[in-house]
């Protein structure tokens, strides 16, 4: 998984959260991470597909269980090209 793609991840979760301390690890994930519900997720999955310029259904969405997850798929999507 990229860094890059972490970093830019980091930026949209401090966005949606409108908290600039929050500091992703590749581990994370809603347990993690204060005021998380599945209305974020939401919120983190339309602003990723802005970001990234990607489409991630939410059948896919719904087996993330970690930031690193996330990122995965993220790579794999953009490799894609989807």
Known sequence: MADDVMAELTDIVRDVFMDDTITLT?????????????????????????????????????TLTSMGDLAALISRHRAQGR
């Open 26 to 62: 590749p581990e994370m994930w809603a347990d993690d991470i204060v005021g998380w519900s599945s209305i974020m997720l939401v919120e983190i999955v339309l602003a990723v597909q802005d970001r990234f310029g990607v489409r991630i259904p939410a059948e896919e969405a719904d």
